[in-house]
């Protein structure tokens, strides 16, 4: 059984720094994907990062690019996402998400079928 638990989100101000951790069930075994995702009212959901559990590439929305960094620690069975030069923009629910590793499917373009509860970050101008 696939377990996904988000923390670390909460209400910073612009320009601030958060870290969001997912401890997860799927680094016992297998190559998986694992992603953030966010949603904020009235968007639709959008994949931030990706990482895999055993290859090292990752891929980032353009949204974030060189703001936010994904980053793993396979002993604590957790992926994380550093965020920082926050924006009111960056306001959503973040979720973290699992999917086994398809042969020449980057994580980008894998479909999750795993999901978190969500952690909601907050950014007040």
């Known amino acids: 059984q696939v377990q996904l638990v988000e923390s670390g989100g909460g209400p910073v101000q612009a320009g601030g720094s958060l870290r969001l951790s997912c401890a997860a069930s799927?680094?016992?075994?297998?190559?998986?994907?694992l992603a953030w995702f966010r949603q904020s009212q009235g968007k639709e959901r959008e994949g931030v990062a990706f990482?895999?559990?055993?290859?090292?590439?990752?891929w980032y929305a353009d949204s974030v690019k060189g703001r936010f960094t994904i980053s793993r620690d396979n002993t604590k069975k957790t992926v994380y996402l550093q965020m920082n030069s926050l924006k009111p923009e960056d306001t959503a629910m973040y979720y973290c998400?699992?999917?086994?590793?398809?042969?020449?499917?980057?994580?980008?373009?894998?479909?999750?079928?795993?999901w978190g509860q969500g952690t909601q970050v907050t950014i007040s101008s």
């Open positions: 990482i895999g559990t055993v290859i090292d590439s990752t």
């Open positions: 799927v680094f016992t075994s297998g190559s998986w994907c």
């Open positions: 998400a699992a999917a086994p590793v398809v042969l020449g499917v980057g994580c980008n373009r894998r479909k999750y079928n795993y």
